[in-house]
């Protein structure tokens, strides 16, 4: 699944730019299209989640699929807000632990809960922020928040 961020950028080394353009990233129109502002965006696309570094803060995001890494299964969180509502990255994903496996989450769950954010290294010395530890996990079922709408 390609992010809005994947359609409007490519990210080669290390440095931000439009793709298949010649725009100029400084641009008021290009800036529009951006979902953070160029300073905020870093070599991660989750670079809204530093602010929490290293320490618990309460999350709640849309449950999309499971997948799996080297590490095992994971679950795909979209949307990513923290405990104000304002949306700190596009998608994380979380390794698949005995509790997750307990809510039986669904595409469109909204999950709210507390975790520890981390720097990891990724590829080619980049880097970025991940959610690890989640913990408090509570869910709002999709069928749920449409009966409401």
Request: hydrophobic share 40%; proline share 3%; net charge positive.
């Amino acid at each position: 699944m390609r992010t809005f961020l994947d359609r409007v950028l490519t990210i080669h080394d290390k440095r931000v730019v439009p793709a298949n353009s010649t725009t100029d990233l400084s641009s008021t129109a290009c800036q529009d299209l951006l979902p953070l502002p160029l300073q905020q965006l870093g070599t991660g696309i989750r670079h809204g989640l530093k602010r929490f570094l290293d320490r618990h803060a309460t999350f709640s995001a849309t449950f999309v699929r499971f997948g799996s890494s080297n590490h095992g299964r994971t679950a795909l969180l979209r949307d990513i807000r923290d405990e104000r509502g304002k949306i700190v990255a596009d998608h994380v994903w979380l390794t698949y632990t005995e509790k997750l496996s307990r809510l039986a989450l669904q595409a469109g769950d909204t999950l709210h809960f507390k975790a520890i954010v981390k720097r990891y290294s990724k590829a080619a010395g980049a880097f970025d922020y991940g959610l690890f530890y989640p913990s408090n996990l509570r869910v709002e079922r999709a069928s749920t928040l449409k009966q409401a709408a």
